[in-house]
């Protein structure tokens, strides 16, 4: 059996394999609600065969959007409009729901990326962004707040918050979004933390804020239940955050009882200079797992089977996640464990879709007629 198609075991959570789809903002919510779209898009992509499904980057305040579109889990109504999705995933799928809770930080208001992308003026209805310094994140644009003490406390705040709510709502994992560019990570990179007090300067200091946010919400979710973070391993920028310091960061990370290392790069400077290529980030999350021993999920234009069977089986990274190739491909993990000889879950609706070589793709299956 493919090492992809083996299981494995995050506290009390057991999956049936190593791949999970990642979070992808879909910029299509009401308010912070979860729409109509979500409800077609996380059922579609729960049955692709992946062991876990991560809802996309759910901003813990209102201001923590990324765009007007962007999904919530800061109110009763944002919290409501989740649970028919969730039900009706629990009904028909047996992917584990993970959920990545963020906020956007200096980042936040914004366009939607097919509408531009561009910070929206407070004048043209965007919001007053926040970070850990008033540096804009890119030339001419306006300044966010610096945040003071009682902005670190409410934002620490709502993401404990935001998973209790995630625990109402059943959901079996959280992984905090300390990647791209947005908050935890603009406190992480000394391009954007410029800060002169406890939370900026020396590495301890930048990493001070990140790691508290962590531990506000390790002890609000249950203990049976994994938290994993994504963490970008490189700015991509010289003097920015690097390969080093994130090592160091897991390390902290692990003595706080961290489960999962997601390791993707960059999004903090439009400076960046990124050699892309097939698994490019897999390197960084390979260099984690060897110095720290934590469970790590290697991203990045991973879109083959063979592909991510061979970082799992190298040891490369424990799991694989996939985003724009299960857009393409929503039944990526049932090609991949055909083609790899493992055997995924599929609803009885659709066992005749098993082909006559791959008889015990969906495990021990019976259909018949009269």
């Not at 509408?115 to 310094?133: D, M, R, Y």
């Not at 905090?176 to 935890?184: D, I, N, S, T």
């Not at 994504?230 to 920015?240: C, M, P």
């Not at 491909?329 to 009885?348: N, S």
Request: hydrophobic share 45%; charged share 15%; proline share 5%.
């Amino acid at each position: 059996m493919s090492a992809l198609f083996s299981p494995l075991q995050l506290r009390g959570l057991a999956l049936a394999n190593r791949i999970m789809v990642s979070p992808m903002c879909q910029y299509s919510a009401d308010n912070g609600a979860a729409t109509d779209w979500h409800f077609t898009h996380i059922n579609s992509l729960a049955l692709s065969g992946a062991a876990m499904f991560c809802i996309e980057a759910t901003h813990v305040e209102r201001i923590g959007r990324i765009t007007p579109g962007c999904l919530g889990l800061w109110n009763d109504a944002t919290e409501a409009a989740l649970k028919p999705i969730i039900a009706s995933v629990r009904k028909h799928s047996k992917a584990a729901i993970a959920m990545q809770l963020a906020h956007a930080g200096r980042k936040g208001s914004s366009h939607k990326p097919w509408n531009g992308g561009q910070l929206i003026p407070i004048a043209e209805g965007g919001w007053q962004t926040v970070a850990p310094s008033a540096v804009p994140h890119k030339e001419g644009e306006a300044p966010p707040l610096a945040l003071d003490a009682s902005g670190l406390a409410r934002i620490r705040d709502a993401f404990a918050s935001a998973a209790k709510r995630a625990e109402r709502l059943g959901l079996d994992a959280l992984e905090l979004h300390g990647a791209h560019g947005y908050l935890l990570h603009q406190f992480l990179s000394p391009l954007s933390n410029q800060r002169t007090d406890q939370y900026g300067g020396s590495l301890e200091n930048r990493m001070r804020f990140p790691l508290e946010v962590f531990e506000a919400v390790r002890a609000a979710f249950p203990a049976a239940k994994p938290v994993g973070i994504r963490v970008s391993a490189t700015d991509w920028v010289e003097g920015g955050w690097d390969i080093a310091q994130t090592i160091e960061l897991a390390k902290q990370l692990k003595a706080r009882g961290v489960d999962w290392i997601d390791v993707s790069s960059g999004g903090v400077s439009p400076l960046q200079k990124i050699a892309l290529g097939p698994g490019y980030q897999v390197s960084f999350a390979q260099a984690i797992k060897q110095a720290t021993g934590l469970t790590t999920i290697a991203v990045g234009l991973i879109t083959e089977a063979r592909q991510a069977g061979e970082i799992v089986a190298s040891g490369k990274a424990d799991m694989v996640a996939l985003a724009r190739g299960m857009l393409y491909d929503p039944r990526w993990g049932w090609h991949a464990a055909a083609e790899l000889g493992g055997h995924v879950f599929a609803p009885p609706q659709y066992w005749r879709s098993q082909p006559s070589t791959q008889k015990a793709l969906f495990g021990a299956t019976t259909f018949g007629a009269r």
